[in-house]
């Protein structure tokens, strides 16, 4: 015969572990939505902040802290690698080396907990191509396009992964053919609710796509 009190209970301590699962994911995306936006802020928001650079040391270790949390998941450690590039442009010293070193670091540990992510290839494609190559550093324009197109692969709407090509197409000299990526980031931009993260690329968007049509069409 059929244990029905038992079943009741199996049922019960079952919507248990569910609702603190679903709790546990809606707490860990609050962190990381706390994060991003605290980043923004800084990035976009702080420009004449004295204690810029010390908010976004701070933060570096919220991050951490996060990512120590929830080892198997790559998108802590995306951000604490887009905290440490923001350090490292904040620093202006050779200590910013070590900061983008490490961003790497973390951004292939990301890359190999979760390949099929759009935001760990566009941010690791960036970083190859805006750090120094051989010998200060390990900017590569080839590693940096293959991420960057494996990056579109995955999400070829995604704003940061149109924004990141057409960037890196005009810094590599070819601004016509970063126009259209460009002009597709700026559209992916006004498709989605703005936030401080959007509107602040909407503004780096803004002007590479000036910045594109003007090299590209020169009077």
Known sequence: ???????????????????????????????IAHIADTWATLKYLRDGDPRRLAKALDLEQEAEALARRQPGSAEPLLWQANILCLTAELMHSLGSLDKVNKARMLLE???????????????????????PGW???FGNGGR????????????PDDMDANYFMGDFLLQKGHPADAIPYLEKALA????????TIVEGRLQEIAHALNESHKRANPR
């Open 135 to 137: 010998p200060i550093s």
């Open 188 to 195: 992916a931009a006004h498709a989605v609710m703005p936030t």
């Open 1 to 31: 015969m059929f244990n029905f009190p038992r079943i009741g209970l199996i049922v019960t301590a079952a919507l248990t572990l569910i609702s603190g699962g679903v709790r546990a994911v809606e707490a860990a995306n609050g962190e």
């Open 109 to 131: 540990k990301a890359e190999a907990l979760d390949p099929g992510s759009s935001g760990v290839q566009a941010q690791l494609g960036s970083l190859y191509y805006e750090v």
């Open 144 to 155: 940096a396009e293959m991420h960057l197109r494996r990056a579109l692969e995955i999400a």
